[in-house]
């Protein structure tokens, strides 16, 4: 029987009043009034579709990390690797969504910041919940943000769950040791809501895992797509810098401190360190630069 047969032999229902079967189901005339425009800037739709779209990408990542986690609880490797590959795609649609607002100048930013401020009040990033939620789930636990919620109870109440759960590699740890893996007991039990330490003992299980592929396939696997997760993140924030170097310079920023100074060091934060560590020792020769080798040869 075809698909299209066996949709057939189902009995349609009717859309809402005043709706399609497609705008109810999408809800498009929703979606679409929330594009709301403060200026006649021509360029404002650009910039409200990129932050709104973006905020869907990073739900999306939430959503995705969480199911990934429930995979890996179930000790189902594969599920949770082919959960983990959905988001290095939403990853490369989040880093071409810069094209959007890739035109903007100083004049242009403020021109609609201005009027931003004088709506809103004076605003910053930094209370945007779906990224801090998505960091603390790659593993960057860092409680001071949640000051930035006081005004938004719910959302604040809900970081602070986020911050005293399992990371999505807290989760992986958590996996090594029950099959078999030596992590440290003490880092399994450790404070979830304190900023992760990174351990010798699990880049050793980086190195083991990478010293043998063959034998440890699906755990290799599972390193490379954490490695290109963690990638996406950092080239999203590297895309982040150069657009606030673009459109803001030295200006200071939320704090007073000059913006790119306070962004800079945070793209040394990347998820999952042991597994980059662990690369300094991983493969034969050890130490030996591809560019060296060539220029001796
Ligand atoms: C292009 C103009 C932009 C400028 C000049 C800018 C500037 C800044 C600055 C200075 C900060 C540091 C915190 C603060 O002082 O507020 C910041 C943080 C942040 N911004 Fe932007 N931003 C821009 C665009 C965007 C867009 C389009 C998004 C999202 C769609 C975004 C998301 C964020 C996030 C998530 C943080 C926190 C980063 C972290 O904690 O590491 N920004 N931004």
Redo the contacts with the bound molecule.
């Keep these: 029987m075809s698909d299209t047969a066996t949709l057939d032999s189902h009995q349609a229902a009717t859309p809402p009043d005043g709706h399609t079967p497609y705008s109810a189901w999408l809800q498009t005339d929703l979606l679409h009034s929330l594009q709301r425009t403060l200026t006649d800037h021509p360029g404002e739709h650009a910039w409200n579709t990129?932050?709104q779209v973006?905020?869907l990408y990073w739900m999306l990542i939430i959503r995705e990390l969480q199911s990934a986690q429930r995979c890996l609880r179930a000790d189902d490797l594969a599920q949770a690797c082919r959960t983990l590959r959905r988001i290095v795609a939403h990853h490369e649609a989040l880093d071409a969504n810069w094209r959007l607002?890739e035109w903007?100048t100083p004049n242009d930013?403020f021109a609609i910041l201005t009027r931003v401020v004088a709506t809103y009040g004076k605003d910053?990033?930094?209370q945007?919940w779906t990224?801090r939620q998505m960091?603390y789930l790659l593993g960057i636990k860092q409680e001071e943000?949640l000051q930035h919620f006081t005004p938004q109870p719910r959302r604040r109440e809900q970081l602070d769950r986020a911050l005293a759960e399992p990371s999505l590699y807290d989760d992986v740890l958590a996996y090594f040791s029950r099959i078999g893996m030596e992590v440290p007991k003490a880092l399994l039990e450790r404070d979830l809501r304190a900023p992760y330490v990174p351990d010798g003992r699990v880049e050793q299980i980086w190195r083991a895992i990478y010293a043998e592929p063959n034998a440890h396939a699906g755990l290799q696997q599972l390193g490379e797509t954490l490695a290109d997760i963690a990638q996406g993140f950092c080239q999203w924030?590297y895309r982040?810098l150069m657009?606030?170097r673009?459109?803001?310079g030295a200006r200071p920023?939320?704090?007073g401190?000059e913006?790119?100074a306070?962004?800079a060091p945070?793209l040394d934060?990347i998820p999952f360190p042991e597994l980059w560590s662990a690369r300094t020792h991983i493969g034969t020769p050890q130490a030996a630069c591809p560019h060296q080798a060539s220029r001796e040869r």
Excluded: D, P, S
């Design positions: 990129h932050v973006t905020e607002i903007m930013l910053t990033a930094l945007g990224y960091v943000h924030k982040h657009a606030t673009r459109t803001f920023a939320y704090f401190t913006g790119v306070w962004l945070t934060e």
